[in-house]
């Protein structure tokens, strides 16, 4: 970041030096552009005080009074674990593929079918959550049963398909699977477009050294879209722990904390529990609601946090 | 990608130096297929003898051998570099393959069953005075016009303050942005549903609903993501394009929008894109904040407006007794989200060719 | 260049124009036609009430009735082509509190208004000067369905019921339910127990049906959210119908007339196996007395304490009994005339055998309807 901060100083140097109405044109877009980050960070703050106002009661409220007579942090642990896991179960299962989707049409398919391809995978990336949902429901929790019964059966010794398998396929299993079938494409588009931007010069380099197709992408493209990647890999981590409606359609909801991902009692996640209480919730209970939406905040901003804290590692090497 | 002949000379005497690479050798043209296939019933006829069989396994663990047996086949003939370029190119074939599948299904179960609910009267008219049924034009309509209006306050406000980030920004504000956008991010959609509803109950009094509302609740939603895939494709577009802008007199914001901006247009399309489809199929935060009605309304400043996605939630979750004439308009509800949404991408590429083919 | 020219002009216009504009220039427009809408609605109506009645007016409450309420809203419009009617699925706990707020002129709750956190008593404040009205409006009988193939008939007791719900009886081959059942072929397969991951009126009406009729097995308190952990859960009814229906040894409770294809069980009441019918759900009203802590000597409030012990022949007392809120008078004349008439269509005879088609609702029982329609017609 540092070379093109002082880029821009030469560029305003420059600009500055050629005039007043330039300078005025670049007054008034830097103005702009200053409004429109205000803005925002005023929207922010609105939502903010919100949700701080609406969430405190329940915060400050004895767990007598609160609606399951349990305290805040008992009633937000397991559906903070299952946020969790979910998340973490599509990212494990989309980022690789997403990567490879993004590199072999980038660097493998001939350019013709690439084109198409990448207008396919964007159009995937537009579909809305709620057909994911639709989908989840009625084809791949079916499809997933006797999959699961199969895991059960020959893998029951690994903790996670400990079982019993569910029989009708709404277990953490086939929804991690639903959100990382929905984030892919998200990951993969923005990975798509860094790849395709990789420098002609860096990737011809690697090919005059020698270097085979996989070594010039290990060398070039993929230190060069590091950071992007793991950027588009955050942005579909926040769809994947802010999704709702899918997971509320999908995912059986009754148990606490366990690992077990192809069982019938599987956490909530904060935001299906909203989406699933909020309806018939009145007082304090939409207070405890809305504060469970906080700690969905902390959460994402911690992965978020991790996140830069990588990105800027690799920066530096 | 194949280097030029000039280059081709210090590729054969670098292998040649390091003792790596061709052995002379070379797979037929068709052995990655070869290998996929014979994978694939090896391990068809070895379930099939366990008793294991089903074709998402065979699928799987076929693609897992086809990687070690190209590896296997290539190496004695090709040296230890080529065979690990094959397996990898195996891999992420196969990745790719995976990756498609679902997708794949998705897209094909969309299409069929919502073919069936589709018809021109879907279109044309709404459900208002029909008894479980009617069309479905008072929600596409209504998901126009409040997608659109979100999209019109969002993507200035979002592309603004993505190039304040790369190209302004500085000190307290510039990581106060960079914080606070990562916390929107985390946003719960009904959260932003309920903020824009406490937001307009303090203007207009209790059970206030309107399209517009619903667009700003989406707003909330849409401006992080635009700001995080903007900010990545501006970030990737080379120095040296602003450097020689500047070299040549011209002013900052005259760069970035006749530099920087083309070169990244693609991107920020792509970022558009992902951002509307996010929000056009929201439900949640437009159920709490523009209600539900069986009429046309085409004013968002003014009563309630009915959406496709809250449309498609209704008849899933209450389909009264003709049970699968309501999932029949779920699914066509759906379909037509899906073709909204591509008919729009559509649209944003030829604009976006038209405009790339002219700036070269 | 030339296109580079109309780009700087487009994104300026974009973030000056169009960016400004829906700031600034919304709130103009939005506070000129909110006028315009309150005089939509003073302008309508006036004529005498019978005669056809015009303007908006807007519901919300339980995802239960929705079905229903739609079939009333679309029949209602097509009698009156000048009254716009919306009702929002929110749930009744938000149908409940944007009638008290004000927000909306009616509301339809699966539960009466009752004293915790003091509803009864703001609703009854929202309706001054004129008084609450809560009606009964809509029945429907919650089937126990099933999924096991060969089994046509399943008899269930109470006890069994709530054992089976409370993940007592685990096997669908248990001696108990085998007893009750002779000469039904059980499988030996697993029981999974399918209940609303939401909240929701059905699951308070069940988990009331079960701890009056099981109060040793059935222990835990009566409430929307259910009680025991570790079952197979779904949202909303279409939900519990899509799992029973995937899995085979599921059962669940969820609204009669969605069971499909799906076995429903016959409960013992009394001595007799009664069968989720419109009939025999009707007719539990009639013999529910009145609960006088939730109408709270309002005389337009027709609240019943359900009577889910009964043992009269041809009744079936898992019922969900929802109702419609409104107040006596309101704002305007005209938005009165509107709920009166649009009440008055729903709880008729013939909205009510819509109801029944549209949503397979249970039609009130012709006593019950003498009853309403005095209420109704307090509206002025």
Same mark, same amino acid.
């Given at each position: 970041?540092?070379?093109?901060?002082?880029?821009?100083?030469?560029?305003?140097?420059?600009?500055?030096?050629?005039?007043?109405?330039?300078?005025?044109?670049?007054?008034?877009?830097?103005?702009?552009?200053?409004?429109?980050?205000?803005?925002?960070?005023?929207?922010?703050?609105?939502?903010?005080?919100?949700?701080?106002?609406?969430?405190?009661?329940?915060?400050?409220?004895?767990?007598?009074?609160?609606?399951?007579?349990?305290?805040?942090?008992?009633?937000?642990?397991?559906?903070?674990?299952?946020?969790?896991?979910?998340?973490?179960? $599509?990212?494990?299962?989309?980022?690789?593929?997403?990567? $490879?989707?993004?590199?072999?049409?980038?660097?493998?398919?001939?350019?013709?079918?690439? %084109?198409?391809?990448?207008?396919?995978?964007?159009?995937?990336?537009?579909?809305?959550?709620?057909?994911?949902?639709?989908?989840?429901?009625?084809?791949?929790?079916?499809?997933?049963?006797?999959? %699961?019964?199969?895991?059960?059966?020959?893998?029951?010794?690994?903790?996670?398909?400990?079982?019993?398998?569910?029989?009708?396929?709404?277990?953490?299993?086939?929804?991690?699977?639903?959100?990382?079938?929905?984030?892919?494409?998200?990951?993969?588009?923005?990975?798509?477009?860094?790849?395709?931007?990789?420098?002609?010069?860096?990737?011809?380099?690697?090919?005059?050294?020698?270097?085979?197709?996989?070594? %010039?992408?290990?060398?070039?493209?993929?230190?060069?879209?590091?950071?992007?990647?793991?950027?588009?890999?955050?942005?579909?981590?926040?769809? $994947?722990?802010?999704?709702?409606?899918?997971?509320?359609?999908?995912?059986?909801?009754?148990?606490?904390?366990?690992?077990?991902?192809?069982?019938?009692?599987?956490?909530?996640?904060?935001?299906?529990?909203?989406?699933?209480?909020?309806?018939?919730?009145?007082?304090?209970?939409?207070?405890?609601?809305?504060?469970?939406?906080?700690?969905?905040?902390?959460?994402?901003?911690?992965?978020?946090?991790?996140?830069? %804290?990588?990105?800027?590692?690799?920066?530096?090497? | 990608?194949?280097?030029?002949?000039?280059?081709?000379?210090?590729?054969?005497?670098?292998?040649? /130096?390091?003792?790596?690479?061709?052995?002379?050798?070379?797979?037929?043209?068709?052995?990655?297929?070869?290998?996929? #296939?014979?994978?694939?019933?090896?391990?068809?006829?070895?379930?099939?003898?366990?008793?294991?069989?089903?074709?998402?396994?065979?699928?799987?663990?076929?693609?897992? #051998?086809?990687? /070690?047996?190209?590896?296997?086949?290539?190496?004695?003939?090709?040296?230890?570099?080529?065979?690990?370029?094959?397996?990898?190119?195996?891999?992420?074939?196969?990745?790719?393959?995976?990756?498609?599948?679902?997708?794949?299904? /998705? /897209?094909?179960?969309?299409?069929?069953?919502?073919?069936?609910?589709?018809?021109?009267?879907?279109?044309?008219?709404?459900?208002?005075?029909?008894?479980?049924?009617?069309?479905?034009?008072?929600?596409?309509?209504?998901?126009?016009?409040?997608?659109?209006?979100? #999209?019109?306050?969002?993507?200035?406000?979002?592309?603004?303050?993505?190039?304040?980030?790369?190209?302004?920004?500085?000190?307290?504000?510039?990581?106060?942005?960079?914080?606070?956008?990562?916390?929107?991010?985390?946003?719960?959609?009904?959260?932003?549903?309920?903020?824009?509803?406490?937001?307009?109950?303090?203007?207009?009094?209790?059970?206030?609903?309107?399209?517009?509302?619903?667009?700003?609740?989406?707003?909330?939603?849409?401006?992080?993501?635009?700001?995080?895939?903007?900010?990545?494709?501006?970030?990737? #577009?080379?120095?040296?394009?602003?450097?020689?802008?500047?070299?040549?007199?011209?002013?900052?914001?005259?760069?970035?929008?006749?530099?920087?901006?083309?070169?990244?247009?693609?991107?920020?399309?792509?970022?558009?894109?992902?951002?509307?489809?996010?929000?056009?199929?929201?439900?949640?935060?437009?159920?709490?904040?523009?209600?539900?009605?069986?009429?046309?309304?085409?004013?968002?400043?003014?009563?309630?407006?009915?959406?496709?996605?809250?449309?498609?939630?209704?008849?899933?979750?209450?389909?009264?007794?003709?049970?699968?004439?309501?999932?029949?308009?779920?699914?066509?509800?759906?379909?037509?989200?899906?073709?909204?949404?591509?008919?729009?991408?559509?649209?944003?590429?030829?604009?976006?060719?038209?405009?790339?083919?002219?700036?070269? | 260049?030339?296109?580079?020219?109309?780009?700087?002009?487009?994104?300026?216009?974009?973030?000056?124009?169009?960016?400004?504009?829906?700031?600034?220039?919304?709130?103009?427009?939005?506070?000129?036609?909110?006028?315009?809408?309150?005089?939509?609605?003073?302008?309508?109506?006036?004529?005498?009430?019978?005669?056809?009645?015009?303007?908006?007016?807007?519901?919300?409450?339980?995802?239960?009735?929705?079905?229903?309420?739609?079939?009333?809203?679309?029949?209602?419009?097509?009698?009156?082509?000048?009254?716009?009617?919306?009702?929002?699925?929110?749930?009744?706990?938000?149908?409940?509190?944007?009638?008290?707020?004000?927000?909306?002129?009616?509301?339809?709750?699966?539960?009466?208004?009752?004293?915790?956190?003091?509803?009864?008593?703001?609703?009854?404040?929202?309706?001054?000067?004129?008084?609450?009205?809560?009606?009964?409006?809509?029945?429907?009988?919650?089937?126990?369905?099933?999924?096991?193939?060969?089994?046509?008939?399943?008899?269930?007791?109470?006890?069994?019921?709530?054992?089976?719900?409370?993940?007592?009886?685990?096997?669908?081959?248990?001696?108990?339910?085998?007893?009750?059942?002779?000469?039904?072929?059980?499988?030996?397969?697993?029981?999974?127990?399918?209940?609303?991951?939401?909240?929701?009126?059905?699951?308070?009406?069940?988990?009331?049906?079960?701890?009056?009729?099981?109060?040793?097995?059935?222990?835990?308190?009566?409430?929307?959210?259910?009680?025991?952990?570790?079952?197979?859960?779904?949202?909303?009814?279409?939900?519990?119908?899509?799992?029973?229906?995937?899995?085979?040894?599921?059962?669940?409770?969820?609204?009669?007339?969605?069971?499909?294809?799906?076995?429903?069980?016959?409960?013992?009441?009394?001595?007799?196996?009664?069968?989720?019918?419109?009939?025999?759900?009707?007719?539990?009203?009639?013999?529910?007395?009145?609960?006088?802590?939730?109408?709270?000597?309002?005389?337009?409030?027709?609240?019943?304490?359900?009577?889910?012990?009964?043992?009269?022949?041809?009744?079936?007392?898992?019922?969900?009994?929802?109702?419609?809120?409104?107040?006596?008078?309101?704002?305007?004349?005209?938005?009165?005339?509107?709920?009166?008439?649009?009440?008055?269509?729903?709880?008729?005879?013939?909205?009510?055998?819509?109801?029944?088609?549209?949503?397979?609702?249970?039609?009130?029982?012709?006593?019950?309807?003498?009853?309403?329609?005095?209420?109704?017609?307090?509206?002025?």
């Amino acid at each position: 970041m540092a070379h093109l901060d002082t880029t821009t100083n030469a560029g305003q140097l420059l600009a500055a030096a050629s005039g007043g109405r330039r300078r005025r044109g670049d007054r008034i877009f830097s103005n702009t552009a200053v409004i429109a980050a205000v803005t925002i960070l005023a929207l922010l703050v609105g939502v903010a005080a919100f949700l701080v106002a609406e969430g405190f009661p329940a915060l400050t409220a004895s767990s007598a009074d609160l609606p399951n007579h349990e305290s805040f942090l008992s009633y937000v642990a397991p559906l903070a674990f299952g946020t969790v896991l979910a998340g973490v179960l $599509a990212m494990i299962v989309a980022v690789p593929l997403a990567v $490879a989707v993004a590199l072999f049409i980038t660097h493998i398919a001939p350019a013709r079918i690439a %084109m198409l391809l990448g207008f396919f995978v964007d159009l995937l990336a537009a579909i809305p959550s709620i057909i994911y949902g639709l989908w989840g429901i009625f084809v791949l929790g079916p499809a997933a049963v006797p999959a %699961m019964k199969w895991l059960e059966e020959k893998l029951g010794f690994i903790p996670i398909f400990e079982g019993p398998a569910s029989i009708t396929g709404r277990t953490m299993l086939v929804v991690g699977l639903v959100l990382a079938v929905m984030i892919l494409p998200i990951i993969s588009a923005v990975a798509r477009e860094v790849f395709s931007q990789t420098p002609r010069k860096l990737q011809e380099g690697a090919q005059a050294l020698g270097a085979t197709r996989w070594e %010039m992408i290990r060398t070039t493209v993929l230190p060069f879209g590091r950071s992007s990647v793991i950027s588009g890999a955050m942005l579909g981590l926040g769809r $994947a722990l802010g999704e709702t409606m899918a997971v509320a359609i999908i995912l059986s909801v009754s148990g606490g904390v366990t690992f077990n991902l192809i069982g019938q009692a599987n956490p909530s996640t904060i935001a299906a529990n909203i989406a699933l209480n909020f309806p018939e919730s009145s007082g304090l209970a939409i207070n405890l609601l809305i504060a469970t939406g906080l700690v969905l905040f902390a959460i994402t901003l911690a992965t978020n946090f991790i996140a830069r %804290m990588i990105i800027a590692r690799s920066e530096v090497q | 990608m194949t280097p030029p002949p000039a280059q081709a000379a210090t590729l054969s005497t670098r292998s040649l /130096l390091s003792g790596e690479g061709s052995r002379g050798g070379s797979l037929p043209s068709w052995a990655p297929w070869g290998a996929f #296939v014979g994978a694939l019933a090896f391990c068809g006829l070895v379930e099939a003898a366990l008793g294991w069989f089903t074709i998402a396994l065979m699928v799987v663990f076929g693609a897992l #051998v086809a990687i /070690l047996a190209i590896y296997a086949w290539s190496r004695p003939i090709e040296g230890a570099r080529r065979a690990k370029d094959r397996a990898v190119t195996m891999a992420i074939v196969a990745a790719f393959g995976v990756a498609m599948a679902p997708l794949v299904s /998705l /897209l094909y179960e969309v299409l069929t069953r919502g073919a069936r609910g589709i018809s021109w009267e879907f279109f044309t008219s709404d459900a208002r005075g029909v008894v479980g049924g009617g069309g479905a034009a008072h929600a596409i309509v209504g998901t126009l016009i409040i997608t659109a209006c979100a #999209v019109v306050i969002a993507v200035p406000i979002g592309i603004m303050a993505a190039i304040y980030m790369n190209e302004y920004g500085r000190g307290p504000l510039r990581r106060a942005l960079t914080f606070f956008v990562d916390v929107m991010t985390g946003i719960p959609s009904i959260v932003a549903g309920l903020f824009a509803y406490a937001l307009f109950e303090l203007f207009f009094g209790p059970g206030i609903r309107m399209g517009i509302m619903g667009s700003i609740a989406l707003t909330v939603l849409m401006i992080p993501i635009v700001i995080r895939s903007a900010e990545e494709v501006l970030k990737i #577009v080379p120095n040296h394009l602003r450097e020689a802008s500047y070299a040549l007199g011209t002013p900052k914001w005259k760069t970035i929008v006749k530099v920087v901006l083309p070169t990244a247009f693609a991107g920020l399309v792509t970022g558009v894109m992902i951002a509307t489809a996010r929000i056009i199929g929201e439900t949640a935060p437009l159920l709490v904040t523009t209600g539900v009605v069986d009429s046309l309304n085409t004013d968002p400043f003014q009563g309630r407006m009915q959406n496709l996605a809250v449309y498609a939630y209704n008849e899933y979750r209450s389909p009264g007794v003709m049970k699968q004439a309501s999932y029949d308009r779920a699914w066509a509800a759906a379909l037509t989200l899906i073709a909204i949404v591509m008919i729009l991408n559509v649209i944003a590429r030829l604009v976006y060719r038209r405009y790339k083919t002219e700036i070269r | 260049m030339s296109s580079s020219k109309w780009l700087a002009v487009f994104a300026a216009a974009c973030v000056l124009v169009l960016g400004l504009a829906a700031c600034g220039g919304g709130s103009d427009t939005t506070s000129g036609t909110s006028g315009t809408k309150e005089s939509s609605e003073t302008e309508s109506g006036g004529g005498a009430p019978s005669a056809e009645v015009s303007g908006e007016i807007a519901g919300a409450g339980s995802t239960a009735q929705q079905a229903s309420q739609e079939a009333w809203i679309a029949e209602f419009e097509n009698a009156n082509g000048g009254a716009t009617i919306s009702y929002d699925g929110v749930g009744s706990g938000g149908g409940r509190e944007q009638f008290i707020s004000g927000g909306v002129a009616f509301a339809g709750s699966d539960t009466p208004l009752s004293e915790s956190e003091g509803e009864l008593a703001k609703a009854i404040k929202r309706c001054e000067p004129g008084e609450l009205v809560e009606v009964p409006n809509y029945i429907s009988p919650i089937g126990i369905v099933y999924n096991l193939p060969g089994v046509e008939e399943l008899k269930l007791e109470p006890d069994t019921l709530a054992k089976i719900f409370n993940q007592e009886i685990e096997k669908w081959n248990d001696p108990e339910i085998a007893k009750e059942n002779p000469g039904v072929e059980l499988p030996d397969i697993r029981i999974v127990p399918v209940n609303r991951s939401d909240e929701s009126g059905t699951t308070e009406n069940f988990t009331d049906y079960l701890s009056k009729v099981a109060p040793k097995v059935w222990t835990h308190e009566v409430s929307g959210e259910w009680p025991v952990k570790g079952g197979e859960a779904a949202s909303g009814t279409s939900g519990v119908i899509e799992a029973v229906s995937n899995g085979e040894g599921a059962i669940g409770y969820a609204d009669a007339s969605q069971a499909g294809e799906l076995g429903k069980a016959l409960i013992k009441v009394g001595n007799t196996w009664a069968e989720p019918s419109a009939e025999a759900a009707a007719k539990v009203l009639d013999l529910s007395k009145e609960d006088p802590e939730l109408e709270k000597g309002q005389k337009n409030v027709i609240a019943f304490e359900i009577d889910r012990k009964t043992e009269a022949s041809g009744v079936y007392p898992i019922i969900l009994v929802s109702s419609m809120i409104g107040c006596t008078k309101y704002k305007s004349a005209s938005e009165a005339a509107l709920v009166k008439a649009y009440f008055e269509y729903a709880i008729s005879p013939d909205g009510q055998k819509l109801a029944a088609e549209a949503a397979g609702s249970a039609p009130l029982s012709p006593a019950l309807t003498k009853k309403v329609e005095a209420a109704v017609a307090s509206i002025e």
